[in-house]
């Protein structure tokens, strides 16, 4: 017994030490919480609900979304808490989630299919929307300002489902290239499982109804949708810059022209200047590193730029670097504005491990003034920004809705605050909503896998449904996650 003792001591010993050296030893469990962040989008899903649902406090919602217009607009995903499909979001995150799956699919394992059945989701609803009308691009259904005057669950909503389209009269450049980027993108994730379906994804990306063309229409029609379509989409989703439609374009069908129009256009694409953010709007700093595998790869010399403006952005983030400009909080959180702050925080973490995998791929290095950084400490930036969400942080509470012990109970989320339709049948109005939204009590339907938007600039987090800057979640704050998660799932 005293040798047996002596021999787990020392394996003790042996693992504390290994575990001070290395980057994935800790207590945080990222399969689990890969799955729920992948969940979390089947509390989002908008149209006929599948036999398969899991969050099952869900119901049909939308069901005649786009009749209107005479087209069939049902589907797709409700950006956030409230009941409004917004197309540039949408198409955001269904990149987002396609490009999580092409960098770190194989480190998902059994949650791989629930990953691409959630891309398919909305791949569907953009397919609709990019071919329904020729020379149409459906963007929107659903009017923002008369649905925020309410609090109904998506199944109850009587409000109008008003639908917005850019066209070439009413340009949306921006939000065409997005389209073409979720789609472009996502057909290189069914490209094995389902070619047809892959075939017709990107299909759309290049032709809009075979006239117009998704990404052409983008070039040759230029002018942001917030401009056409001015308070349907402001101030909730104005958009401002950031075209990424070629460079998914040309990952998914290497056909030469988009390289180069890449080359020949790169200013449009901010090649010019460096960028210190991603989000759904500026999409700058996530397309230059997709950019920089074409110069890692194949030593294409007019990606060069892309690979240098890439490399100032990640020296941006790490501390200690002649370059470094970010903002941590004292807890060590990345933070970049009041609103719905983990949203950076998760898509540059995303940005991380990938820029991390292509340089590690290729024995590259980041330069940062006089100072070098190492793919390691790229992964370590990372991992401190993952392990704050799911719970290592001043709180010692997850962002993560359902993952962990403590975890935020009052989430602003009509669907997930208000009684499920299974619970309770009869319709709740409009105006009756609101006693949800003010109740003190914790969402009676777990949203399971929601990020919300999180702490402030001191770390401290209100967990008040009415706090929507900190309590809403989004699916384009969860879709990168599910890429980190995945990395961080496989070293396990």
């Keep these: 017994m005293a040798d047996a003792a002596k021999i787990s001591s020392f394996v003790q010993i042996i693992l504390i030490t290994c575990c001070s050296f290395s980057l994935f030893c800790n207590a945080q469990d990222y399969t689990d919480a890969l799955e729920k962040s992948i969940l979390f989008f089947e509390g989002q899903r908008s149209g006929v609900l599948p036999p398969n649902q899991r969050l099952n406090w869900r119901g049909n919602s939308g069901l005649s979304d786009g009749s209107s217009y005479h087209v069939n607009l049902v589907g797709g995903y409700y950006d956030a808490g409230d009941n409004v499909k917004f197309g540039l979001p949408m198409a955001f995150s269904t990149t987002l989630l396609a490009w999580s799956v092409i960098e770190f699919g194989a ?48 199944e109850d909503m009587d409000t109008p489902r008003n639908v917005y389209k850019v066209t070439t009269k009413n340009p949306g450049s921006d939000l065409a290239a997005e389209t073409a980027a979720a789609l472009a993108s996502a057909s290189i994730v069914f490209k094995n499982s389902d070619p047809s379906y892959s075939s017709k994804l990107l299909q759309t990306a290049m032709e809009l109804v075979v006239i117009v063309q998704v990404f052409d229409f983008a070039d040759r029609f230029r002018g942001s949708y917030s401009d056409s379509l001015s308070s349907a989409v402001c101030p909730f989703y104005c958009s401002y810059s950031g075209y990424q439609g070629a460079s998914w374009i040309h990952r998914a069908s290497q056909n030469g022209s988009y390289l180069a129009y890449i080359k020949s256009n790169g200013h449009l694409m901010g090649a ?215 990395f961080f799932s496989g070293k396990n």
């Design 107 to 154: 480190s998902m394992q059994n949650q791989i299919e629930n990953a691409k059945a959630a891309i398919r989701w909305s791949a569907d609803y953009l397919l609709k929307a990019a071919t329904a009308t020729p020379g149409t691009l459906y963007v929107q259904v659903g009017d923002p300002n008369l649905d925020h005057k309410c609090w109904e669950r998506p």
């Design 272 to 486: 010019d200047n460096d960028d210190y953010s991603f989000s759904w709007d500026d999409k700058r700093a996530g397309t230059k590193i997709l950019l920089s595998k074409g110069f890692l790869d194949k030593r294409v010399e007019e990606f060069q730029l892309f690979k240098a403006h890439s490399d100032n952005y990640i020296c941006s983030l790490i501390p200690g670097t002649s370059r470094f400009q970010a903002q941590y909080t004292p807890g060590g959180l990345l933070y970049k504005a009041s609103e719905s702050n983990l949203q950076y925080v998760t898509s540059t973490s995303f940005l991380l491990l990938t820029y991390a995998k292509y340089l590690s791929s290729n024995g590259g290095i980041i330069t940062c003034g006089g100072s070098t950084v190492t793919v390691e400490s790229l992964i370590s930036q990372a991992k401190k920004q993952v392990d704050y969400i799911l719970g290592d942080n001043p709180a010692k509470t997850s962002y993560m809705v359902g993952f962990g012990k403590r975890y935020p109970q009052h989430v602003h989320h009509r669907g997930s605050s208000v009684p499920s339709i299974h619970a309770h049948p009869d319709h709740i109005s409009c105006n009756d909503g609101f006693q949800y939204l003010y109740s003190s009590s914790p969402n009676p339907n777990v949203l399971i896998g929601a990020i919300v938007g999180g702490p402030d600039n001191r770390d401290n987090f209100a967990d008040d449904r009415n706090n929507y800057q900190q309590s809403e979640p989004a699916t384009y704050i969860n879709a990168p996650f599910v890429g980190a998660l995945a």
